[in-house]
T-cell receptor
Framework: GAVVSQHPSWVICKSGTSVKIECRSLDFQATTMFWYRQFPKQSLMLMATSNEGSKATYEQGVEKDKFLINHASLTLSTLTVTSAHPEDSSFYIC??????????????FGPGTRLTVT | AQKVTQAQTEISVVEKEDVTLDCVYETRDTTYYLFWYKQPPSGELVFLIRRNSFDEQNEISGRYSWNFQKSTSSFNFTITASQVVDSAVYFCALDIQGAQKLVFGQGTRLTINP
């Protein structure tokens, strides 16, 4: 299956600063990646779909100017949290979907990035 | 609208007991996928199983088994002879028509006590 990495695994930043999170598909060329957010003891919520070479598609309620997504290559998508505030503190997880023949596919998740904004 | 409900927020059992985690989903689509993931304290999601809507066969993998019933829109997960290492949060998720956008349930926190 696909191996997905994220960097950094955790980050602490001051309120008002921006932080970039990288998601890499190590052994699969991903035209599409997904970004999820998980607040403590809650479920995962899809934030956006990252499309290689084009603009990301954001879910309703997610501010695209605050959460900038860039998918410049088939193996790398980045999420930049701009002007971060304490309420942005969360666990950010990316995923890669691999499509096989017919109806078969898998979806693999990165290890996540824990963001704390002070 | 698509929705996944895991009514059990927390379950605690003693080691070696069997435990079933419930998952009920809602969708009007006829083509969809259902997943189960395990999230240990480290946070990384571990893929357990994927089932498409056209395959209602139950599956067994070691101590894990899954019961998919379209008639009740349920996809339940059973762990037999539970072990302490099974302690984690388990998520059921739904994907419509292979769009690869997952809708997750609220998760069930499973604690296996020695």
């Amino acid at each position: 299956g696909a191996v997905v990495s994220q960097h950094p695994s955790w980050v602490i930043c001051k309120s008002g600063t921006s932080v970039k999170i990288e998601c890499r598909s190590l052994d699969f060329q991903a035209t599409t990646m997904f970004w999820y957010r998980q607040f403590p003891k809650q479920s995962l919520m899809l934030m956006a779909t990252s499309n290689e070479g084009s603009k990301a598609t954001y879910e309703q309620g997610v501010e695209k100017d605050k959460f900038l997504i860039n998918h410049a290559s088939l193996t790398l998508s980045t999420l930049t949290v701009t002007s971060a505030h304490p309420e942005d503190s969360s666990f950010y997880i990316c995923s890669v979907g691999t499509s096989g023949a017919g109806l078969s596919y898998e979806q693999y998740f990165g290890p996540g990035t824990r963001l704390t904004v002070t | 609208a698509q929705k996944v409900t895991q009514a059990q927020t927390e379950i605690s059992v003693v080691e070696k007991e069997d435990v079933t985690l419930d998952c009920v989903y809602e969708t009007r689509d006829t083509t969809y996928y259902l997943f189960w993931y395990k999230q240990p304290p480290s946070g990384e999601l571990v893929f357990l199983i994927r089932r498409n809507s056209f395959d209602e066969q139950n599956e067994i993998s070691g101590r894990y088994s899954w019961n998919f019933q379209k008639s009740t829109s349920s996809f339940n997960f059973t762990i037999t002879a539970s072990q302490v290492v099974d302690s984690a949060v388990y998520f059921c998720a739904l994907d419509i028509q292979g769009a690869q956008k997952l809708v997750f349930g609220q998760g069930t926190r499973l604690t296996i006590n020695p």
